[in-house]
């Protein structure tokens, strides 16, 4: 059984005959495991943790972080929304979206702090509130996601305004009597400690633009262990690493920049698992593949597809024969791969498992983040799994 699991078989067996499968199943005590990493990380000149709710909005998540202190960091005008309706105050969200909110001057006036993501939003934003303070992200030039789908920073990147544009980024402020009070970058950074210095590095060159800034927001890209290969996120000592370079920035300009980070991923990524049950077994003869086909698939998660992501996978059965095993979702769909090769979804990996038969559960785990949310949804007209919480 892999690491991340948190359910015994007898309990998967409860929740599979009380629920019904599909099932992610959401642990509390994780959640706030995750959070409080975060939480306590150290940060000379203080530190707001914003949870990236696009990893997963579910109600629950958000009254659990609510509770510990976390805001929200919201990537439309209906994700600030939704927070608000949850019960966050206004003043302890940010608002940083692709597409230029339709309620912008609503949320601003409650007071959500807008960060404006393109030269074009912040003169928007000027227009109609000159003379106040704002919050801009720049694309400082370089990025670090796994693959360009998830690379956040950089010239392949659209996000943020590029570093070369700060002398139109002056003109705007000037025209519209605005100052910047937050700078923002997100480059989806990992769990390397030094990428992260470098990271925090960079940005305190670029907030040196800006000599009224309080704020440095390093976004989120907090990395997670879903399978063994990979290295998670060690907030204690990344905390350390940019703590000393905010220090260093404070003794170099006399600028005490409180930190603000927006993690995501990393506060759910390993919070759920997804129940799911053999639907069939099939196989392309003794040259070719044995396909598991799940009563799941991208409609419910759709990250191996799309990214390659790697996810623990276990079938519960009482067999102690191994067989290799490509396991498939439910859609018509040969993109609908739950096992590719690592970054790789166009590539078939085959993964030993337990001998499998039709009808027993399977356990894939690493699902709470842009796993519900950031699917095929009604894709073949299949309901979506359903969710719940446990203690
Ligand atoms: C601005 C911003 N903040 C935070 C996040 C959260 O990233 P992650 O879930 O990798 O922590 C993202 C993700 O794309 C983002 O664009």
Same mark, same amino acid.
Request: glycine letters at 10%; one cysteine or more.
């Given at each position: 059984?892999?690491?991340?699991?948190?359910?015994?078989?007898?309990? $998967?067996?409860?929740?599979?005959?009380? %629920?019904?499968? /599909?099932?992610?199943? %959401?642990?509390?005590?994780?959640?706030?495991?995750?959070?409080?990493?975060?939480?306590?990380?150290?940060?000379?000149?203080?530190?707001?943790?914003?949870?990236?709710?696009?990893?997963?909005?579910?109600?629950?998540?958000?009254?659990?972080?609510?509770?510990?202190?976390? @805001?929200?960091?919201?990537?439309?005008?209906?994700?600030?929304?939704? =927070?608000?309706?949850?019960?966050?105050? /206004?003043?302890?969200?940010?608002?940083?979206?692709?597409? +230029?909110?339709?309620?912008?001057?609503?949320?601003?006036?409650?007071?959500?702090?807008?960060?404006?993501?393109? +030269? !074009?939003?912040?003169?928007?934003?000027?227009?109609?509130?000159?003379?106040?303070?704002?919050?801009?992200? &720049?694309?400082?030039? &370089?990025?670090?996601?796994?693959?360009?789908? $998830?690379?956040?920073?950089?010239?392949?990147?659209?996000?943020? &305004?590029?570093?070369? %544009?700060?002398?139109?980024?002056?003109?705007?402020?000037?025209?519209?009597?605005?100052?910047?009070?937050?700078?923002?970058?997100?480059?989806?950074?990992?769990?390397?400690?030094?990428?992260?210095?470098? =990271?925090?590095?960079?940005?305190?060159?670029?907030?040196?633009?800006?000599?009224?800034?309080?704020?440095?927001?390093?976004?989120?890209?907090?990395?997670?262990?879903?399978?063994?290969?990979?290295?998670?996120?060690?907030?204690?000592?990344? @905390?350390?690493?940019?703590?000393?370079?905010?220090?260093?920035?404070?003794?170099?300009?006399? !600028?005490?920049?409180?930190?603000?980070?927006?993690?995501?991923?990393?506060?759910? @990524?390993?919070?759920?698992?997804?129940?799911? !049950?053999?639907?069939?077994?099939?196989?392309?003869?003794?040259?070719?593949?044995?396909? #598991?086909?799940?009563?799941? *698939?991208?409609?419910?998660?759709?990250?191996?597809?799309? %990214?390659?992501?790697?996810?623990? #996978?276990?079938? +519960?059965?009482?067999?102690?024969?191994?067989?290799?095993?490509?396991?498939? *979702?439910?859609?018509?769909?040969?993109?609908?791969?739950?096992?590719?090769? /690592?970054?790789?979804?166009?590539?078939?990996?085959?993964?030993?498992?337990?001998?499998?038969?039709?009808?027993?559960? $399977?356990?894939?785990?690493?699902?709470?983040?842009?796993?519900?949310?950031?699917?095929?949804?009604?894709?073949?007209?299949? /309901?979506?799994?359903?969710? $719940?919480?446990?203690?």
């Amino acid at each position: 059984m892999f690491s991340t699991n948190f359910l015994s078989n007898d309990q $998967v067996n409860l929740l599979a005959k009380q %629920y019904g499968t /599909p099932l992610f199943v %959401y642990s509390r005590e994780k959640l706030t495991e995750q959070a409080k990493a975060m939480l306590d990380m150290p940060a000379p000149y203080g530190v707001q943790i914003y949870y990236a709710m696009k990893a997963n909005p579910n109600l629950e998540i958000l009254h659990v972080l609510k509770e510990l202190g976390v @805001g929200i960091d919201a990537s439309s005008g209906y994700e600030a929304e939704q =927070a608000i309706a949850a019960g966050f105050e /206004p003043a302890k969200i940010v608002l940083t979206s692709q597409q +230029l909110a339709h309620n912008l001057a609503e949320l601003v006036k409650l007071g959500v702090h807008f960060n404006a993501t393109s +030269l !074009r939003q912040l003169e928007i934003y000027g227009k109609s509130f000159p003379g106040s303070e704002a919050s801009i992200r &720049i694309n400082p030039g &370089i990025g670090s996601g796994h693959s360009v789908k $998830v690379n956040v920073g950089g010239p392949t990147s659209s996000f943020g &305004i590029w570093h070369e %544009y700060i002398p139109q980024v002056h003109e705007l402020l000037k025209k519209y009597n605005l100052t910047v009070k937050r700078m923002h970058t997100h480059i989806g950074s990992g769990s390397d400690p030094q990428v992260w210095q470098e =990271a925090a590095r960079i940005s305190l060159e670029l907030i040196k633009n800006f000599p009224d800034a309080e704020i440095i927001n390093l976004g989120g890209g907090f990395k997670i262990a879903r399978v063994p290969e990979e290295h998670g996120a060690d907030m204690s000592e990344i @905390g350390k690493i940019i703590s000393r370079e905010l220090t260093h920035f404070a003794e170099t300009t006399g !600028r005490q920049l409180k930190l603000e980070l927006e993690p995501g991923h990393f506060m759910v @990524g390993n919070i759920a698992l997804l129940i799911a !049950r053999i639907d069939d077994i099939t196989d392309t003869g003794p040259e070719g593949y044995t396909f #598991i086909k799940l009563n799941t *698939g991208m409609n419910d998660f759709m990250r191996p597809a799309m %990214y390659g992501s790697q996810h623990p #996978i276990a079938v +519960l059965s009482d067999s102690s024969e191994k067989h290799d095993y490509v396991v498939v *979702g439910h859609n018509c769909e040969s993109a609908d791969l739950l096992t590719p090769a /690592p970054g790789d979804p166009e590539v078939l990996m085959p993964r030993t498992l337990n001998k499998a038969e039709i009808d027993d559960f $399977v356990l894939i785990g690493g699902v709470g983040g842009y796993s519900a949310t950031m699917s095929a949804t009604d894709y073949n007209g299949f /309901p979506s799994a359903k969710e $719940v919480f446990i203690d």
